[in-house]
Antibody
């Protein structure tokens, strides 16, 4: 059974750096075609794709946020980490990690999401 | 990258069929058969309903179907049921500068 779980702080202050961890099981991120992505959703708004890391350690970022994002993986721990710098109240959202099989470019399994509020 | 365009809302009565459109460009929807659709109930994570334009994952009802024409993809739900009321999002691979994924703005489906 494939599962993903997000973890990180529920509250961060403006200008701080957010670090989120996605811990997964049931698949290996070293398997060809496997990827993990981060996606966020502000309250009442649409999904927004943020970043993706693939089996070959290639990384892709949203054009609008790429200067603030870093994605990395620890294959031995089955974890993917996202850092976002210079947090702002507009970054308040539920942050999801999701698995993607690059053969289909679809997110087939999602974590439950973690709500992050940016406030002083 | 710009979001794909979806209608903000659609509605239908139980038993009816509805279609949700998702319009992009030749750099995403029109250029690749990597369109997927997600269902999201309030407070829940999205669920994959359709991938590769028209394929259903195991366990998804055959009342859900997908298609594409040009730069517009569509999700059709037949035999509407109360539990279909949810938000629906399309996404597509994009060959824009990010070389990854773009989502639509979402469509709220109301079952009357």
């Amino acid at each position: 059974q494939v599962t993903l779980r997000e973890s990180g702080p529920a509250l961060v202050k403006p200008t701080q750096t957010l670090t989120l961890t996605c811990t997964f099981s049931g698949f290996s991120l070293s398997t060809s075609g496997m990827c993990v992505s981060w996606i966020r959703q502000p309250p009442g708004k649409a999904l927004e794709w943020l970043a993706l890391i693939d089996w070959d350690d290639d990384k892709y970022y949203s054009t609008s946020l790429k200067t603030r994002l870093t994605i990395s993986k620890d294959t031995s721990k089955n974890q993917v980490v996202l850092t976002m710098t210079n947090m702002d109240p507009v970054d308040t959202a539920t942050y999801y990690c999701a698995r993607m099989d690059r053969r289909h470019d679809a997110f087939d399994i999602w974590g439950q999401g973690t709500m992050v509020t940016v406030s002083s | 990258q710009s979001a794909l365009t979806q209608p903000a809302s659609v509605s239908g009565s139980p038993g009816q069929s509805i279609t949700i459109s998702c319009t992009g460009t030749s750099s995403d929807v029109g250029g690749y058969n990597y369109v997927s659709w997600y269902q999201q109930h309030p407070g829940k994570a999205p669920k994959l309903m359709i991938y590769d334009v028209s394929n259903r994952p195991s366990g998804v009802s055959n009342r859900f179907s997908g298609s594409k024409s040009g730069n517009t993809a569509s999700l059709t739900i037949s035999g509407l049921q109360a539990e279909d009321e949810a938000d629906y999002y399309c996404s597509s691979y994009t060959s824009s500068s990010t070389l990854s994924v773009v989502f639509g703005g979402g469509t709220k489906l109301t079952v009357l």
